[in-house]
T-cell receptor
Framework: NAGVTQTPKFQVLKTGQSMTLQCAQD?????MSWYRQDPGMGLRLIHY???????DQGEVPNGYNVSRSTTEDFPLRLLSAAPSQTSVYFC?????????FGPGTRLLVL | DAKTTQPTSMDCAEGRAANLPCNHS???????VYWYRQIHSQGPQYIIH???NNETNEMASLIITEDRKSSTLILPHATLRDTAVYYC?????????????FGKGTKLSVKP
């Protein structure tokens, strides 16, 4: 199993641009989530999904959209990037009590 | 979810046991204690979790006090690769759809 994969690893955007961060898992997990981590801080939940077709907001959802059309994929869309969205983004999936995190996407918004 | 309090940083000598404390005085009866760690900007890694009994796996041991207001994560023989930020998290079993609330954690430095 590849586990949780994220692309791209790095991205630089200009303010106002849009983009999609990709997340995929091959473990057939129903639950998936997106977190962001700012320097020196813990992770904060953006959006999560308990299964295909079902999504919900986390702690910091503003400026982000998600959809879950398949069990495997959970993309995160930035509609109009802002410098405040400069962060490292982690995707995770869960089985039972264990969450499995991807390697992260580093995003810089200029 | 209950909040946790952890020391900002700790040092440990290589080969010695690392004991990482966590206070969770407002934990409720159905909340679990989870430990994750994050090695230098990688994604967090699950270590162990427990409800009220002590737990042990291949990575670590978790000691939870009888009143459940605090716990200690024990890495029995720390190596340099255990240098990481360790997060103690209290969460309902599958509560809030299994969301984890991360604090700032404890930065553990294992020194040769």
């Amino acid at each position: 199993n590849a586990g949780v994969t994220q692309t791209p690893k790095f991205q630089v955007l200009k303010t106002g641009q849009s983009m999609t961060l990709q997340c995929a898992q091959d473990m057939n997990h129903e639950y998936m989530s997106w977190y962001r981590q700012d320097p020196g801080m813990g992770l904060r939940l953006i959006h999560y999904s308990v299964g295909a077709g079902i999504t919900d907001q986390g702690e910091v959802p503003n400026g982000y959209n998600v959809s879950r059309s398949t069990t495997e994929d959970f993309p995160l869309r930035l509609l109009s990037a802002a410098p405040s969205q400069t962060s490292v983004y982690f995707c995770a999936s869960r089985k039972g009590e264990t969450q499995y995190f991807g390697p992260g996407t580093r995003l810089l918004v200029l | 979810d209950a909040k946790t309090t952890q020391p900002t940083s700790m040092d440990c000598a290589e080969g010695r046991a690392a004991n990482l404390p966590c206070n969770h005085s407002t934990i409720s009866g159905n909340e679990y204690v989870y430990w994750y760690r994050q090695i230098h900007s990688q994604g967090p890694q699950y270590i162990i979790h427990g409800l009220k009994n002590n737990e042990t796996n291949e990575m670590a041991s978790l000691i939870i006090t009888e009143d459940r207001k605090s716990s200690t994560l024990i890495l029995p023989h720390a190596t340099l690769r255990d240098t990481a930020v360790y997060y103690c998290i209290v969460s309902l079993y599958r509560g809030s759809q299994g969301n984890l609330i991360f604090g700032k954690g404890t930065k553990l430095s294992v020194k040769p």
